[in-house]
């Protein structure tokens, strides 16, 4: 459904051959034994979790997808590991969800987080998504066995695609649902004006698919097609969009106060993120999921829009402002 930020994969043509460099891409960095990355030389110790260092003796390889959120997560899991006793190698940042897959796959990184609905739909091919988040999950656990994946329970963090209106437009409109949409469009179809990706545009779990859940018609002049950060500026300081696509996760959500509208139809797939680790690794340190369990707990949709506007509204290092998050939260102390 949309790309690296949350990693749905595109269909038709393009998108086989956009998945087959990518997986060439993953080959080789395999083939070269993913020797690249740095030690993580934090010192820092237990708090609430990695009490009595758990992981003492373990030398263990962190990694993440090259988007803000997914290397806060992995910079997350690193730490932890980090104050449980671990020497830990940072391999976060890998270009794309199929080479940090691979990694994971293959051995040569131990544990990162991924998301519920990437997994489902791209990794294990399923089209239809499967609506109740923790059924999905579930499907993923269990298929997943056999490449030699285990998922850990996932979090409430939810990084799917959404529509967004800004909070001066909506006082007029009181828009709360996407089903509150379809009757503005019927009502008054001058109204509603989308800015979405050309992509988002054209597939049926886009823009037309949505349509069709809600039993709405956008006419064409009123879908206006951009690049993903002109969307955001374009909803919050401009009368040329009512509404917007966003991804539910993005921290310029609230620093451009922008309101979420829910999918109350429960069209987007869910797109949970949860720690996989690379299997043998878990046998051999089953303490992994005591240590990041607590983690996943406390991770929702808001706590990601509050870091990814860190990173991506202020300019802030990932790796520092999941360090100075865990601290905050009490996971972990400074040493």
């Known amino acids: 459904m949309r790309t690296e930020k949350g990693a749905v994969p595109r269909t038709g043509a393009r998108s086989v051959t956009a998945l087959a460099l990518a997986a060439t891409l993953a080959a080789a960095l395999a083939g070269c034994g993913l020797k690249s990355g740095s030690p993580m030389v934090d010192d820092v110790v237990p708090g609430s979790v990695g009490r009595g260092q758990p992981l003492d003796g373990a030398s263990l390889t962190v990694t993440s997808k090259n988007f803000s959120e997914n290397i806060i997560l992995g910079q997350m899991i690193g730490l932890i590991f980090k104050a449980a006793g ?17 990694a994971i796959i293959k051995g040569d990184a131990d544990a990162m987080y991924d998301y519920t609905g990437t997994a489902w739909i791209t990794y294990l091919g399923h089209a239809k998504p ?3 988040p923790l059924k999905q999950w579930e499907a ?9 994946v285990t998922w850990l329970p996932q979090s409430t963090l939810n990084n799917t695609y959404a529509l ?7 006082a007029k409109y009181h828009l709360r649902t996407l089903s509150d949409v379809a009757a503005l469009a ?29 039993g709405m018609s956008i006419p064409p002049r009123n ?75 406390r991770l929702t949709t808001g706590v990601a829009q509050e870091l990814n506007a860190k990173v991506d509204v202020d300019g802030q290092d990932p790796h520092q402002v999941a360090k100075n998050w865990l601290i905050r939260e009490g996971f972990i102390k400074n040493g």
């Not at 993923?140 to 030699?148: I, P, S």
């Not at 967004?164 to 909506?170: E, F, L, T, V, W």
């Not at 509603?192 to 349509?211: K, Q, Y």
């Not at 051999?284 to 983690?295: S, T, V």
Request: hydrophobic share 35%; glycine share 6%.
């Open 164 to 170: 967004a209106i800004s909070r001066k437009n909506n």
């Open 186 to 214: 019927k009502m008054d179809p001058a109204a509603v004006t989308v800015c979405v990706e050309n992509e988002f545009a054209s597939r049926d779990d886009g823009l037309p698919g949505m349509e069709k859940a809600y």
């Open 223 to 297: 879908i206006k097609k951009m690049d993903a950060g002109i969307i955001y500026t374009q909803v919050s300081k401009s009368d040329s969009c009512l509404l917007g696509e966003v991804f539910t996760t993005d921290g310029r959500i609230k620093a451009m106060d922008l309101e979420v509208l829910v999918d109350d139809k429960h069209f987007f797939p869910n797109y949970n993120a949860a720690p996989i680790v690379h299997t043998a690794t878990f046998d051999k340190y089953p303490q992994i999921a005591g240590l990041l369990d607590p983690l996943s707990k």
């Open 130 to 132: 499967i609506t109740d």
């Open 86 to 102: 671990a020497e830990v190698l940072d391999r976060t940042n890998l270009p794309g969800s199929i080479s940090a897959r691979e």
């Open 140 to 148: 993923v656990r269990d298929e997943d066995r056999k490449n030699g």
